[in-house]
């Protein structure tokens, strides 16, 4: 018979990275499954170089940064970090459980699901040449920021995404907005900054075609129900309109799932025997989607899984401090 873990953990955000550490700590065998090629969820495909200034400890850390530390701090012996693997069932057989995956089976004895938002995929606009040249000047994510400093920066949208990463290159890059609607939905201070750089700014206007050969040479945009367009040379075009989630196939293992998010009592379990959930992904009354909150309940769903995988155990606080790691 193949091993059986003690726990799996669904997704490598923040939320699963760190559930590692608790795993660790508690002496598991763990597990982390993810999706993407890369760990870090959310954090990691939406905002790695923006600065979060909300995590204990941390006065202003990048996202790449924080994944980067929670990566160092949680990946240790006795864990198994599986990336580019999509979760497709959750099956009960006998004592444990068994996950498939895009690239095959585990058997584990708990469950993690640190899933977030689930699968996200950014929205796109549907123009011509937007398909031909994605990845090759289009882009829905900033990888690396540095990658399109001195380049010539078109954003598209007019949220806070939008907005905070034209601002974030202005200093470093010849940029230019064009937004589809009337009116911003960023924030007021960051539409203010915008304005007052001086860049030009379309609005409301629309990008219609991209243009290049290799790669995006060129982009016609034009103020949206005239006739009217301008091709204007550049390098890169960011499409910032937005993305949408899905949690995919784990809507269909039985869990109460509302509005995208799983219901679970105050340990983080969830009705399934053996199966917890924390992050983004869980839901009770007075829930809020931060990194911070869900760092703090993975860690009692490490603790809700000892106690399930072993009752006879009592679950006393334990202090990294005196354990040293
Ligand atoms: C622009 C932006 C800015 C933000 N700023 C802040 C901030 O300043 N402070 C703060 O506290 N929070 C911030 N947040 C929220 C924060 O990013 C989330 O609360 C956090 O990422 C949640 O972590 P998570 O690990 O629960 O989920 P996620 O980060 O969403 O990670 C979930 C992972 O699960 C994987 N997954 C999903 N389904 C499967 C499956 N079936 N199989 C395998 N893998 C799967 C996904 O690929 C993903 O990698 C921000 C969010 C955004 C979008």
């Not at 498939?100 to 796109?124: C, D, E, H, M, W």
């Not at 990463?165 to 924030?187: S, Y």
Request: net charge negative; with cysteine.
């Amino acid at each position: 018979m193949p091993s059986v873990d003690d726990v799996t953990i669904i997704g490598g955000g923040p939320v699963g990275l760190f559930g590692l550490y608790h795993a660790h700590l508690r002496q598991l065998n763990a597990r982390l499954i993810d999706s993407l090629p890369e760990l870090g969820g959310q954090v990691m495909a939406l905002y790695p170089e923006k600065a979060i200034f909300d995590v204990g400890g941390f006065p202003k850390v990048t996202g790449r940064e924080l994944v980067e530390l929670l990566a160092e701090q949680s990946i240790k012996e006795n864990a198994t970090v599986c990336l580019g693997e999509k979760v497709t069932d959750l099956v009960r057989e006998g004592e444990h459980w068994r996950l498939s995956t895009s690239q095959g089976t585990y058997l584990t004895r708990a469950v993690v699901i640190a899933a977030g938002l689930g699968a996200f995929n950014p929205r796109k606009l549907g123009i011509p040449g937007e398909a031909e040249l994605s990845g090759r000047g289009v882009q829905y994510f900033v990888r690396t920021l540095q990658a399109l400093y001195g380049k010539r920066v078109l954003v598209v949208g007019g949220g806070d995404s939008a907005i905070d990463w034209a601002n974030t290159l202005i200093p470093h890059a010849e940029v230019r907005v064009v937004h589809n609607l009337p009116k911003w939905q960023a924030h007021e201070e960051a539409v203010r900054r915008l304005y007052q750089s001086g860049i030009p700014i379309g609005q409301p206007w629309e990008l219609r075609e991209i243009q290049g050969g290799d790669r995006v040479e060129a982009a016609v945009i034009g103020p949206v129900g005239s006739d009217r367009s301008e091709t204007v040379a550049v390098d890169e075009i960011l499409i910032c309109i937005g993305f949408s989630t899905d949690l995919g196939p784990i809507k269909g293992w039985g869990l109460p799932i509302r509005a995208g998010q799983i219901q679970v009592d105050w340990g983080m379990k969830t009705p399934l025997d053996g199966v917890f959930a924390a992050g983004d992904v869980a839901t009770y009354p007075g829930k809020t989607k931060l990194i911070a909150l869900g760092f703090g309940e993975v860690g009692m769903a490490i603790d809700s899984a000892v106690h399930y995988l072993f009752p006879e155990q009592r679950i006393t606080t334990k202090h990294s401090s005196d354990r040293g790691f």
